[in-house]
């Protein structure tokens, strides 16, 4: 199984920092690699998918950079509503696997 | 926008078979892959496995003994079998788009609200 390890797991920030988390695969995935944001009591959000595109509607403020087997989601100046869940998912062979999730608290 | 919904008992006794479906809205589920996922209380994500149109499907080595996935065409809407539960397989399960015909911009761009299935005595 490829292991997705996802830092920090928690991460304290103020409301207009820029905000960097990352995932790391065993193996390379090319950029088989999806970002989701979560909210509690709902289901995960889709924000980037192949590694750096931003789905339809999410903020600019969210970009995804990486390939092979170093990932990065970047917020570029937080807001209040982004503080959340965030995890990362492989999708390049079976099994796929999530980063074990970021807790983005407020400061 | 293509809409998922899961559905099915929510309590469960130990060594009972989990059975839930997710019905799709808005599209079709031929052509695609569908997913299911599932979330402990407080916990992460666990990719259970996939299948295909075709009924082809891959599972979680995990817990590939114990999992079954079916897809029914005709009613548009795909299905998860888990048998043996116990107290460990108490979480929020997820139903999921997974690939598509267009490629990577389909990957997990839609998911159902999630079920708790609960497994206690």
């Known amino acids: 199984d490829i292991q997705m390890t996802q830092s920090p797991s928690s991460l304290s920030a103020s409301v207009g920092d820029r905000v960097t988390i990352t995932c790391r695969a065993s193996?390379?995935?090319?950029?088989?690699l999806v970002w989701f944001q979560q909210k509690p009591g709902k289901d995960p959000k889709r924000l980037i998918y192949?590694?750096?595109r931003l789905q339809s509607g999410v903020p600019s403020r969210f970009s995804g950079s990486g390939a092979g087997t170093e990932f990065t989601l970047t917020i570029s100046s937080l807001q209040p509503e982004d503080f959340a869940t965030y995890y990362c998912l492989q999708h390049n062979s079976d099994p796929y696997t999530f980063g074990q999730g970021t807790d983005l608290e407020i400061k | 926008q293509v809409q998922l919904q899961e559905s099915g008992p929510g309590l469960l006794k130990p060594s009972e078979t989990l059975s839930l479906t997710c019905s799709v809205s808005g599209g079709s589920v031929i052509s695609y892959y569908w997913a299911w996922i599932r979330q402990p209380a407080g916990k992460g994500l666990e990719w259970i496995g996939h299948?295909?149109?075709?009924?082809?499907?891959n599972y979680n080595p995990s817990l590939r003994s114990r999992v079954t996935m079916s897809l029914d065409t005709s009613k548009n809407q795909f299905s998860l079998k888990m048998s043996s539960v116990t107290a460990a397989d108490t979480a929020v399960y997820y139903c999921?788009?997974?690939?598509?015909?267009?490629?990577?911009?389909?990957?997990?761009?839609?998911w159902g609200q999630g079920t708790l299935v609960t497994v206690s005595s």
């Open positions: 193996q390379g995935i090319g950029i088989d």
């Open positions: 192949a590694a750096s």
């Open positions: 999921a788009r997974d690939l598509g015909p267009g490629g990577h911009s389909t990957r997990y761009d839609s």
């Open positions: 299948i295909f149109t075709s009924g082809n499907t």
